[in-house]
């Protein structure tokens, strides 16, 4: 626990940071796409290196890869059912049940989850939540993608996007460890000495993006945000948190699958509602808000689930 509060002591410092650099200096969009390819294109796959170049390739080490992977897959799903069935309970139309399903069922398991679980856990935390964020991958550009079209009609192309730079870099790192290559040092410093910029720079860039909403003071529609930023804080990882306690599985799988499920809503949903459903508006807003309050519902979320261990 006081690790935790550490990190995210740490992070809320240096999401200030990164709000008063964007209050001081002009920031253009392709100053915030260099961060993002940054963190997506090398801290993050140094990450998983690192954590593959540390770690045990065993049965054992495969089996919890494996376990964490198949959790994923059920608890994003799982989480976006709950959603739509929320929102339909406060009889949101169609669309918009759609969209709360999404904003509050998949979370930034990759952007904040992966460096967030390296810190806390070392390089097999961040690994297993690598492995957590493929999962989710598979989720986002499969069921979400036909949410979010209108012809509801699922396009291969579209699914083409899940073979990115971590998931590369996953299937090259389980690969060398299989075949028992071990790399040389020069090239587990340079990973180690990358993986480090993932966090602080995910936090920057959050920082970055909260002036200018701010300043744009567009109408918040209280319902909507209200019933997303419920299910995806508390409700859904309450849920989830208490079912993995029941669970058969090894301690470092609920370790970090009890951080993947507290995290903010998914900083891809931007990317995808602007390209499927016309709307970034929406999940610029879900995301900044979920982020912000993240800092306060994680914590303590863990902290209360640790009273029914």
Request: aromatic share 10%.
């Amino acid at each position: 626990m006081s690790t935790l509060l550490s990190s995210f002591g740490i992070m809320t410092i240096i999401i200030l940071l990164g709000f008063i650099i964007a209050r001081k200096y002009k920031i253009t969009a392709e100053s915030k796409q260099l961060l993002i390819i940054i963190i997506i294109h090398i801290a993050v796959p140094s990450i998983i290196l690192n954590g593959i170049f540390n770690t045990d390739m065993n049965g054992t080490t495969l089996a919890k890869m494996f376990m964490i992977f198949l959790l994923s897959i059920m608890f994003n799903t799982v989480g976006i059912l709950l959603g739509w069935f929320s929102a339909v309970i406060f009889r949101f139309r169609a669309i918009k049940a759609k969209k709360i399903a999404i904003l509050s069922g998949l979370g930034n398991t990759g952007f904040i989850g992966i460096p967030l679980c390296e810190r806390l856990f070392g390089p097999e935390g961040g690994l297993l939540a690598a492995i957590y964020d493929a999962g989710l991958d598979v989720v986002a550009f499969t069921l979400v993608i036909v949410l979010l079209q209108k012809n509801e009609k699922f396009s291969f192309r579209s699914f083409k996007a899940i073979m990115n730079m971590p998931i590369a870099a996953i299937m090259i790192g389980v690969s060398i460890a299989i075949i028992g290559y071990q790399p040389p040092l020069l090239i587990k410093h340079l990973t180690s000495t990358l993986a480090n910029l993932a966090a602080p720079l995910a936090m920057i860039y959050i920082g970055l993006l909260i002036p200018e909403f701010l300043k744009e003071k567009k109408k918040i529609p209280v319902r909507f945000v209200s019933l997303s930023l419920i299910m995806k804080l508390f409700i859904i990882p309450l849920l989830f948190i208490m079912i993995l306690q029941i669970m058969p599985i090894a301690v470092e799988v609920k370790n970090v699958v009890s951080i993947q499920v507290s995290m903010p809503t998914f900083m891809l949903a931007t990317v995808l509602f602007a390209k499927y459903a016309n709307d970034e508006e929406t999940a610029v807003m879900i995301t900044i808000y979920s982020t912000i309050l993240s800092l306060i519902t994680v914590p303590l979320i863990v902290y209360a689930t640790s009273l029914f261990l």
